[in-house]
């Protein structure tokens, strides 16, 4: 199948890898030129390092390179059987895009959006042949990141759905199908991995460095909560945290920090600004945790807990499956353990024992335990 990729950003450049990697011929299309001649160029550089590390044969990366035609004209997607569209985060311009690759497109070809945190429903609303919509999520890099999320939208038909989940499960990649909700299943989970840890600091109770410490010695987890902000940026961290925040209709589960504004405003965004919630420059010292393993347990009890909660909202509110929830953490974001099979290592029952604690000490809805937890330890 002739595979169209619109879009030479980050994600459209490494998605466009993935199909010439798995056999396929691949037109890529970006509005800028020059956004075009990078992608090559990068893409040349991979396999040049692919090469040295005895990855890849030169036969088989001159065929990759082969395999895509770079191009800034549209209807040159007119014979793909599917175009993904990974252009700019926003609505109305996916809107104008959609309305006119329909025209270029045969009707049978499939139009998948790799958007983060917009609804397919909406970005199919512009089709006239809306049945042929999707949403494929794939992970920053694209080409190393194993998981993507398959989102099919209320227009959707199943056929679609399963030759997209058959073609994208062909490349590799392991495939969770989620519903339509805002953030899918690894922006939606993952939230108070953040929410959770700026809460703590807001509070007094413990410092970057050492809510850091205590996740990544004590929780097992790759990255520290601010050490993965300033990695990500604050900027980008933030937008999806207040899109998703509005996109639950302002459910405080999901409310944003007064700290991650602030350092948003500040320009502190992180590694690619030198300064974010740590400071990046040459020299700057490096702050060091308070090794206190009592504190670090609790830091990671109550974040650990939250995680779990929503881990649990989303197989309750049938967004995925307890299986699919799992594999989209530990394979989109690396976290040590599913979050389902780790509360049953620890025992459901004192989950939801912490999370009542919270929410008595609180008062407040944010932690309010959800009702398929409380059914796993009552039923
Ligand atoms: N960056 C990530 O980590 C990540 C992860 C998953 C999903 N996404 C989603 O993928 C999409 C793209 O993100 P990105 O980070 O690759 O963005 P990016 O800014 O790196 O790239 C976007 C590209 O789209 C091009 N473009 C903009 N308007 C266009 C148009 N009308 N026609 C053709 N090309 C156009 C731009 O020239 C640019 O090259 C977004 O929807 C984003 O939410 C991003």
Not at 119 to 144: D, E, M, T, Y
Not at 220 to 249: H, Q, R, W
Not at 313 to 333: N, S
Not at 337 to 351: H, N, Y
């Amino acid at each position: 199948m002739l595979i169209g990729v619109l879009g030479a950003g980050t994600m459209g450049a490494g998605i466009a890898q993935v199909a010439a990697q798995n056999g396929h011929q691949v037109i890529l299309v970006d509005t800028n030129d020059e956004q075009l001649q990078k992608a090559q160029k990068q893409l040349s550089d991979t396999m040049l390092r692919l090469i040295e590390k005895q990855k890849v044969t030169k036969e088989k990366s001159s065929a990759i390179q082969a395999a895509i035609s770079y191009t800034t004209v549209l209807s040159d997607f007119a014979p793909c059987g599917l175009v993904i569209e990974a252009i700019v985060e926003n609505l109305a311009v996916k809107h104008e895009v959609f309305s006119q690759l329909e025209k270029v497109v045969s009707d049978t070809c499939i139009l998948a959006s790799n958007t983060s945190s917009l609804s397919i429903a909406s970005i199919g609303g512009v089709l006239k042949k809306a049945n042929r919509v999707i949403g494929i999520h794939f992970f920053n890099p694209a080409p190393l990141m194993p998981l993507v999320e398959i989102i099919p939208a209320v227009q959707t038909e199943n056929a679609i759905l399963e030759q997209a989940v058959s073609l994208v499960k062909s490349w590799g990649k392991t495939v969770v199908v989620c519903k339509d909700t805002p953030g899918f299943i690894v922006n939606r989970v993952a939230r108070p991995f953040y929410g959770e840890a700026l809460r703590i600091y807001e509070e007094g109770i413990a410092d970057f460095a050492t809510i850091d410490w205590a996740m990544t010695e004590i929780g097992g987890f790759k990255m520290g909560p601010f050490t993965l902000m300033d990695y990500i940026g604050n900027d980008v961290n933030y937008a999806v945290t207040e899109s998703v925040f509005e996109a639950f209709y302002y459910d405080p589960r999901f409310k944003p920090s007064f700290t991650q504004k602030r350092h948003k405003e500040a320009g502190y965004y992180g590694r690619k600004t030198g300064r974010g919630y740590y400071d990046y420059s040459e020299g700057a010292i490096i702050p060091t945790p308070t090794k206190d393993y009592v504190l670090g347990q609790q830091i990671v009890d109550r974040i650990l807990a939250m995680l779990i909660n929503e881990a649990y909202d989303a197989v309750f509110m049938q967004v995925a499956t307890a299986e699919a929830v799992d594999l989209a953490m530990t394979k989109g974001v690396n976290y040590p353990k599913g979050l389902i099979e780790w509360s049953k290592e620890i025992g459901t029952k004192e989950i939801l024992c912490r999370l009542e604690k919270l929410f008595l000490f609180y008062g407040e809805d944010r932690y309010r335990p959800n009702p398929l937890l409380r059914n796993n330890v009552f039923l």
